[in-house]
């Protein structure tokens, strides 16, 4: 077995525990992308790589929620440009900063993305608290601002976009939460979408990697549904924490 066909197996492994992890605690990204480094993909090619390959998977999380966009036809269509654009501003960003630049961000990326997994619970539950002690629906046009924001961190690297964008949001509307969470799923699908369009055209994509990696993700998303309840989903972040830590520091030492 030759060494391309090890890296693709290597890769497609990780990308089905990445869709795995996410289906049932979030933080895929932090298996995907560093399996992709470690076959010797350079760092800002493997993120945009991985960014492909884990673009069907945002699909999956719209579809799941999609009785719950009933009645939310007006806020998407502010928002969803909103992130579009911050999805194409994010790839911009990436592009312009470089090789170099971007190897040395890797570990402090990593690291928020860690953290903003470490603290999804807590950030969950105040959104939750918050949104049930908010007046009544007003003018929400000023979410797109946030929004904006969010998506260029989601169009860059984009892991912990979920939770990033969750807490965005339940800042800025009124609604229950699991309605503002169908709304993330539809803007984090955006996001990632535009940014992909966009590297399409021009960025370096390895695509026999990307496409073997989109389908294990599939599969493994398809799984982690049905584990769901059957592995408890703060043992695993917590393993996702800690190994978030690992290569943090392990990227920090490089």
Not at 144 to 164: C, D, E, K, Q
Not at 181 to 187: E, F, G, R
Not at 224 to 238: P, W
Request: some cysteine.
């Amino acid at each position: 077995m030759d060494g391309d066909t090890l890296s693709l197996i290597w890769v497609a492994l990780a990308a089905l525990a990445a869709g795995l992890v996410n289906a049932l605690a979030g933080g895929g990204t932090l298996l995907s992308f560093p399996a992709l480094v470690a076959v010797g993909v350079p760092p800002l090619v493997a993120n945009v790589t991985n960014s492909v390959a884990l673009c069907p998977g945002y699909l999956g999380g719209v579809l799941t929620q999609a009785r719950d966009l009933r009645g939310q036809g007006r806020r998407l269509l502010v928002l969803v440009p909103a992130g579009a654009l911050g999805g194409v501003m994010g790839g911009l960003v990436l592009l312009a900063t470089g090789e170099r630049l971007f190897e040395t961000l890797v570990p402090f990326l990593i690291l928020f993305a860690t953290l903003v997994l470490a603290v999804q619970v807590p950030l969950r539950q105040w959104v939750t608290r918050r949104l049930m002690h908010k007046a009544r629906e007003g003018d929400e046009s000023w979410a797109a601002l946030p929004t904006f924001l969010s998506a260029i961190y989601g169009g860059y690297f984009g892991a912990g976009l979920g939770m990033v964008m969750l807490a965005a949001l339940g800042v800025t509307l009124s609604d229950t939460i699991t309605r503002i969470n169908a709304v993330k799923q539809v803007l984090s699908l955006a996001i990632n979408l535009a940014a992909v369009l966009y590297f399409v055209v021009a960025a370096e994509i390895l695509w026999s990697m990307a496409a073997v990696m989109a389908v294990a993700a599939l599969a493994g998303g398809m799984i982690g549904g049905y584990l769901a309840s059957r592995i408890r989903q703060s043992h695993l972040r917590s393993l996702m924490v800690v190994t978030g830590c690992v290569l943090s520091v392990y990227y920090f030492l490089r």
